[in-house]
């Protein structure tokens, strides 16, 4: 069976005028998994909205989350009361909604099946104040058939609830697909490298010493050029390091922030713990390369589709959207302008995910076909 989507956003001051809106965009046949996505500015009403879904729609099983911001196709909500629902009809057996996972010990108590089959991607969101995610990601991945998950960390300033059928929080959720199911998934990053890949050749956890044997900080200067060396202040919210992902021929890195900097010492520090020996890079992150690698991404993905997608999610970074491409929704009309206008639905993470790891500054885009 094919799955066939539907979905509908709103805004409104009020969030029952906002789930009427949507209840009447979506019309249509039964579903059996809805997605839902809310704007943090609704996030204390999470269950109710849920419950009036459900009612109203028939669907029985639901997953999603709330992000300070949210996306539909070609347009972005932020900074307002407003939601996004997306309706699939898949066969029986083709996917389950699970949560819980908050430890290793839950990956192993935990059975990955659809049905009596073996899962084969997830799609799923976590809990930002979970120090564990990255691990269970990991964990998480490895039970998985394709060995791929996607999704995002929840965004918000009030409360952080999940949905998977019930509302949850504290660790990951979401819901397992079979391999019926046809999906095809890409990541696109918000930098570019802007010097060589070099060789961390001193460090103590995020504190880096010494890179391809120089003080890390002549060598970061080196990378940024003469303009940007002479006032390190600048750096800030431009220049990153990126962390090349070993064992893989997709060319993808980890972007980490520079979270100091010692003049006198010559030392850099970044957000995340590194090795001697490791690989790093510097990169910058502006619209021109955002923009850039987002076409990359979108021609590669079309060159994987047999058909136009029935459906899709599509998870991008805070920092992204209006923050880097412009307040017209100009992030998510590039993705309407690759495939025209389908249901398309998703949130503005605090970290993304692909694959088996935890991004920063990028954007996931997952299709159903």
């Known amino acids: 069976m094919t799955p066939v989507f539907r979905s509908a956003h709103a ?16 019309g ?13 500015v609704l996030s204390g009403h999470v269950a109710d909205i849920l419950q009036f879904f459900r009612q109203r729609t ?25 939601m996004a629902v997306m309706l699939g009809e ?22 990955f099946t659809c049905g009596d089959r073996p899962a084969n991607f997830a799609i ?10 990255p691990e269970l990601i990991k964990g998480l991945a490895a039970k998985l058939e394709s060995g791929f998950v996607v999704g995002g960390l929840s965004s918000s300033r009030q409360q ?32 570019s490298p802007i010097g060589p890949k070099r060789v961390i050749t001193q460090a103590q956890r995020n504190i880096i010493f010494k890179i391809d044997g120089r003080p890390a900080l002549d060598v970061l200067k080196e990378d940024v050029g003469e303009r940007l060396a002479r006032d390190l202040n600048r750096l800030g919210g431009v220049i990153f ?18 979270v100091g900097i010692d003049p006198a010492r010559g030392i850099v520090a970044i957000g995340d713990l590194v090795e001697n020996g490791g690989p790093i890079m510097f990169c910058r992150r502006d619209t021109k390369s955002a923009t850039q690698d987002m076409t990359r991404m979108l021609d590669s993905i079309k060159q994987g589709l047999y058909t136009r997608p029935r459906g899709g999610v599509y998870y991008s970074c805070l920092g992204r959207g209006a923050n880097l491409f412009g307040p017209e929704s100009e992030e998510l009309q590039m993705i ?14 605090n970290g993304e995910i692909s694959h088996n790891r935890l991004y920063g500054y990028t954007g996931v885009l997952t299709l159903f076909a």
């Open 28 to 40: 249509g046949p039964p579903a059996s998994l809805g997605f839902l996505y809310v704007t943090d």
């Open 160 to 191: 952080n609830p999940q949905i998977a059928d019930k509302l949850t929080e504290g660790g990951i959720s979401g819901v397992m697909f079979a391999d019926d199911v046809t999906i095809a998934t890409r990541l696109t990053q918000g930098c």
């Open 58 to 82: 028939g669907c029985p099983h639901w997953v999603g989350t709330v992000g300070i911001g949210i996306c539909v196709s070609g347009h972005e909500y932020l900074d307002e009361p407003a």
């Open 336 to 349: 309407k302008g690759a495939f025209g206008d389908f249901p398309l639905v998703g949130f503005f993470c």
């Open 90 to 111: 898949f066969s029986p057996g083709a996917f389950k909604v699970f949560s819980g996972l908050r430890s290793a010990d839950d990956l192993e108590i935990k059975r």
């Open 11 to 26: 805004a409104a001051a009020v969030w029952q005028t906002a789930a009427e809106n949507c209840l009447a965009q979506l």
């Open 124 to 133: 799923i969101h976590a809990d930002p104040r979970n120090n564990d995610v």
């Open 241 to 258: 390091a990126g962390l090349p992902i070993t064992g893989t021929d997709t060319g993808d890195y980890l972007v980490r922030n520079l």
